[in-house]
């Protein structure tokens, strides 16, 4: 197989899924842009602008269609430089978030990555609880996360405030990294094999960008200046893309990243909270609800200090969310349940009155 998909990560795993394709003729190719209107490839046959087939769009269901990171079957146009996608193949791992305008619309925001960088900044951006939340995310999606701190200059004692955060991070390495100084910056490189892909998720401000035009050496990535007032950032990415690094690991940056939420979540809160989950299996009762019961490990923690009651209070927030988002999601697919069916009776009965009026005559 051509160098240039091995340098973006094709595989013997992902030759024997695609070999059906293979057979029908089709070509191989990762999505390493996705615009509004179409994505960008890299094939055996170079560069190509591709879009979905008609059948793909019609018969892709939910989460189904291509997305940065996918390996795709295509067929090149002999005229032009474009393609066009026939299927996705099967991901490894996939960021997925709700449309905006949906609770029951899944779509996949990044697939197939292998390291889920959550960035966070040493300034006032700190916040415990938000690294809770995406690390959350990074697991559910199946990558393997790595808290990046960044901005380390900023801080009075960085390594004070990593060590509170790797606290909390479930055993994930916690890495400290300043751009300006060119500081950590290997170490962070490192956790990413030639051939692998890593993403960055985090707010605004954070220093995303920054670390992408760090790796690439170069300006890549618009970034905004920090505004003295309020310590943001205006991050001015405007399409998703996956960069090749000159070490052989690809980066992913996106805006949609930082819209990743909670869906379907329970693996991933079970798995950054993996404490309070081992607290809970210590319970005297099994249904043990945390509150006043005899034997109750989560209050004993909590009573001694062992446990941080504000940590305590995000993981019953998000399990609240994700209830919540469960229930919604029942409810609105019981209501287009219900008017699929009054759908269906309306036909039934205009098609009876039709069939009446044919037989009087």
């Known amino acids: 197989m051509p ?26 190719g990762r999505v390493v842009v996705q615009h509004r209107d179409g994505y960008v490839l890299v094939t055996e046959a170079g560069e190509l602008r591709g879009k979905a087939s008609g059948r793909l769009l ?13 390996w795709v ?24 978030r709700r449309a905006a305008d949906s609770v029951r619309k899944l779509q996949v925001v990044a697939a197939n990555i292998d390291v889920v960088f959550v960035v966070t900044s040493l300034n006032a951006d700190l916040n415990h609880r938000r690294i809770e939340r995406y690390l959350a995310a990074a697991w559910q999606s199946g990558a393997r996360p790595v808290v990046v701190l960044t901005k380390s200059d900023l801080s009075a ?3 004070a405030e990593a060590a509170e955060v790797a606290a ?38 954070v220093g995303k960008s920054t670390l992408v035009n760090a790796f690439l050496g170069r300006t890549r990535m618009a970034v905004d200046a920090i505004r003295e007032a309020d310590d943001q950032g205006r991050h001015t990415t405007s399409h998703r893309e996956l960069v090749l690094l000159p070490g052989g690991a690809l980066i992913l940056d996106t805006p949609g990243m930082r819209e990743v939420g909670l869906v379907d979540a329970d693996e991933g809160v079970s798995e950054a909270f993996d404490d309070i989950e081992q607290l809970a299996r210590d319970c005297r009762f099994n249904d043990c609800t945390h509150g006043s019961e005899p034997g ?11 446990l941080d009651p504000a940590r305590w209070a995000n993981f019953q927030k998000l399990g609240v969310e994700l209830a919540a988002v469960e229930e919604k999601a029942d409810r609105v697919a019981r209501d287009a349940e219900r008017r699929r069916l009054a759908a269906l009776q309306k036909t039934y009965r205009a098609t009876k009155r039709d069939h009446r009026g044919g037989a009087g005559e």
């Open 157 to 159: 004692d960085p390594q």
């Open 168 to 205: 909390l991070a479930a055993g994930c390495p916690v890495l400290v990294v300043s751009a300006r100084e060119v500081v950590g910056l290997e170490a962070l490189l490192a956790q990413v094999k030639a051939g692998e892909t890593c993403v960055l998720i985090g707010s605004s401000g």
């Open 296 to 306: 109750c490990a989560v209050r004993a923690a909590l009573d001694s200090g062992a």
């Open 73 to 96: 079957a295509l067929t090149p146009d002999p005229a032009d430089p474009t393609a066009t996608i026939h299927a996705v193949l099967p991901r490894r791992t996939a960021f997925t």
């Open 3 to 28: 160098d240039v998909i091995d340098q973006y990560g094709w595989s013997e795993e992902l030759a024997r899924a695609f070999a059906p394709h293979a057979r029908a003729g089709r070509m191989p």
């Open 58 to 70: 019609q018969d892709a269901g939910e989460g189904g269609y291509p997305a940065v990171g996918d």
